[in-house]
């Protein structure tokens, strides 16, 4: 039975999983859910999800998920170990300032809202010292846990993906071992399938 995954593509979450499913080389069903509806809000949803969250994976062999890429390198210890660093770091580090202004820029304006440009500043500082320690990390190493594509890397596609769309894209692109890892896992075959459907912003 094909995995079902409830979601919309334009969503960072539902992203990253869809991210995960192609580069597994798995076929799955895309359902999509109606956010704007308050379909996620349904008992019918809610019994997938008692949060009302997307995205939510169901059904199918979740085993199939040891199969293909090795996105958490779990046959390697140390690798391992270094992945779930570098994914705690985007957790904690990256994703706080980039998910500000992303907001800012993008959510608010499609509520009706204006943008706080004192909090995109504020967040575009902390960003900035959080890539030059990228910066920095990726001098070393080709990816943030070596020189191997995970996860953790994975984890940052969704939003950097709508970051550069914004006029603060030079905060990546001035910065040569972060523009090269960010031109490097943004064109994998997996994740250029899942842009097709990151509409979010476009006029």
Not at 31 to 59: C, R, S, T, Y
Not at 87 to 107: D, G, R, T
Not at 172 to 198: C, H, L, Q, T, Y
């Amino acid at each position: 039975m094909a995995l079902k995954l409830h979601g919309i593509p334009m969503s960072t979450c539902t992203t990253r999983v869809l991210t995960c499913l192609h580069e597994k080389g798995l076929d799955f069903e895309l359902v999509p859910v109606n956010l704007f509806a308050g379909e996620h809000k349904q008992p019918p949803f809610l019994a997938k999800n008692p949060f009302g969250q997307i995205p939510v994976l169901e059904d199918g062999d979740l085993t199939l998920f040891e199969t293909g890429c090795d996105l958490l390198r779990h046959n390697d210890l140390k690798e391992a170990a270094l992945v779930k660093v570098w994914l705690e770091v985007e957790s904690q580090q990256y994703h706080p300032a980039i998910y500000q202004i992303v907001y800012q820029f993008f959510v608010l304006p499609l509520q009706g809202k204006t943008a706080d440009q004192a909090i995109i500043d504020v967040n575009l500082e902390k960003l900035g010292k959080v890539l030059d320690v990228y910066e920095a990390r990726l001098g070393t190493t080709k990816c943030l846990a070596g020189d191997f594509y995970s996860l953790a890397d994975l984890h940052h596609l969704s939003y950097t993906y709508y970051f550069m769309k914004t006029p603060w894209a030079s905060l990546i692109n001035s910065r040569p071992n972060v523009k090269a890892w960010w031109e490097d896992i943004s064109s994998r075959p997996a994740f250029k399938k899942v842009a097709e459907g990151m509409t979010f912003g476009e006029k």
